[in-house]
Nanobody, 114 residues
Framework: QVQLVESGGGLVQPGGSLRLSCTASGSISIYAMGWYRQAPEKQRDLVATITNGGKPNYADSVKGRFTISRDNAKNTVYLEMNSLEPEDTAAYYC?????????WGQGTQVTISS
């Protein structure tokens, strides 16, 4: 079993940047990793994923603003978020997925407000 811990959330002004980190308790090399977000009273939506080979995929709403990356040596996946908008406000969750195994972190809150 893999435990995931997210960090890096916070309160920033519109147009600002944040870098989220997700560190796993063990190796993530076989896992596809992803970031999802959930705003109050809304469903959890995909933000970005990265395959175990390093290929990224993004939701249309964040393309060109967010960058997902991974460092397998550090068992960590990152989400660099730029040009943040109030609509990006949500709890952000890290996911590790391989075949029928899927693990989630506890989430980190991102709030965009002036």
């Amino acid at each position: 079993q893999v435990q995931l811990v997210e960090s890096g959330g916070g309160l920033v002004q519109p147009g600002g940047s944040l870098r989220l980190s997700c560190t796993a308790s063990g190796s993530i090399s076989i896992y596809a990793m992803g970031w999802y977000r959930q705003a109050p009273e809304k469903q959890r939506d995909l933000v970005a994923t990265i395959t175990n080979g390093g290929k990224p995929n993004y939701a249309d709403s964040v393309k060109g603003r967010f960058t997902i990356s991974r460092d397998n040596a550090k068992n960590t996946v990152y989400l660099e978020m730029n040009s943040l908008e109030p609509e990006d406000t949500a709890a952000y969750y890290c996911n590790a997925n391989f075949l029928f195994r899927s693990y989630w972190g506890q989430g980190t809150q991102v709030t965009i407000s002036s």
